[in-house]
Nanobody, 122 residues
C-alpha cells in the first residue's frame, strides 16, 4: 500500500521560502513518477511540479523560476523548494505518485497524500 506524507508547510511572509517534503512508503520509489499539486480555497486543484524516475522535471508557468522539485531516492522523499513566495501561492499542497516510469509529469497520478497547508501573508 502506498502512503505519502507531506510536511514542511506553514505560515510565511511574502518573499520568504519554504521547503516541502513528501515521504513515500514505496519499496520501488526510484521507479515512480512524483508530483506536487495545490488547491486554493474555492479553486480547483492545479499542477505545480513533476519529476520523473530519472530526475527530469517540469514546473507550472506560475511557479517557474521560484519553485524547484527534487527527489532523494535513498530517502524515498520528494521535495518542493519554494522561494520568493507570494500571497497567491497560499494553498494546500499535495504530493502525488504514479507507478509508471514514463508517465506524463503533469498527471494523472494514482496516489495522493493528505496535504500540507502553506499560507503566505502580504
Amino acid at each position: 500500500q502506498v502512503q505519502l506524507v507531506e510536511s514542511g508547510g506553514g505560515l510565511v511572509q511574502a518573499g520568504g521560502s519554504l521547503r516541502l517534503s513528501c515521504a513515500a512508503s514505496i519499496r520501488t520509489f526510484s521507479r515512480y513518477t512524483m508530483g506536487w499539486f495545490r488547491q486554493a480555497p474555492g479553486k480547483e486543484r492545479e499542477f505545480v511540479a513533476g519529476i520523473s524516475w530519472s530526475g527530469e522535471s517540469i514546473c507550472a508557468d506560475s511557479v517557474k523560476g521560484r519553485f524547484t522539485i527534487s527527489r532523494d531516492n535513498t530517502k524515498n522523499t520528494v521535495y518542493l523548494q519554494m522561494n520568493t513566495l507570494r500571497p497567491e501561492d497560499t494553498a494546500v499542497y499535495y504530493c502525488a505518485a504514479r507507478s509508471t516510469l514514463y508517465a506524463p509529469l503533469r498527471g494523472p497520478y494514482d496516489y495522493w497524500g493528505q496535504g500540507t497547508q502553506v499560507t503566505v501573508s502580504s
